[in-house]
């Protein structure tokens, strides 16, 4: 963890304090309408510098997927920035190329290029698209496929050994087979190699 985010959760920390602290004091009793019009201005504030730090991130986002790309000869589609719990200076972002899906560190104090922690999903060919196709035809994954803006994948005993499992995540909040409640799915389909023995 960055010295800059143990900053922000220590700020996230006290903040939260001096808000309980004046609830205890019933500070809002004297005050009246006026608390309501300064929570509405903190909000507003809050919400515009988180704005600012995001068109900067995501320009950050971008020169760092262009290098990804172009290391890998890759075409990029689309690049996302997204703010991390209580440090608005880190950003989790997402690269969609022709080829793969990236999640990687975007930082606004550090230098872009110091990023070693990518994670590649490549997009589904041969046997393996087969068999995701096969398991996006089922509702519950028409439901998730839905709601996910950058879907990945992972499929389990595609070997036929044991049963296969396609394993759907949305790499903005998790990764195929780590599983967090709504933004991750595991569907069992039929082997393909039974698909095509009874054929």
Known sequence: M??????FRVLWLIALIVVVALYRARVGHRLGARVAIAGFAVVIIYSAALAIAHVFALREANLQAAGIAAGRA????RVAAMPTLANPTEWLSILETDRATYKFQTSLLRDVNSNT??????????????????AERDSRAQIFLGFARFPGFRVVGEDCLTQTIVQFADLRYTEPGKGRGTFSLDLPVDCPALDR???
Do not use: M
């Not at 960055?2 to 900053?7: P, R, T």
């Not at 890759?74 to 589609?77: D, G, I, N, W």
């Open 117 to 134: 922690s990518i994670a590649r999903f490549e997009k589904p060919i041969g046997t393996t698209a087969e068999i995701i196709a096969k």
């Open 74 to 77: 890759e075409q990029v589609l």
């Open 2 to 7: 960055s010295a800059g985010a143990n900053v």
């Open 197 to 199: 023995s009874d054929k």
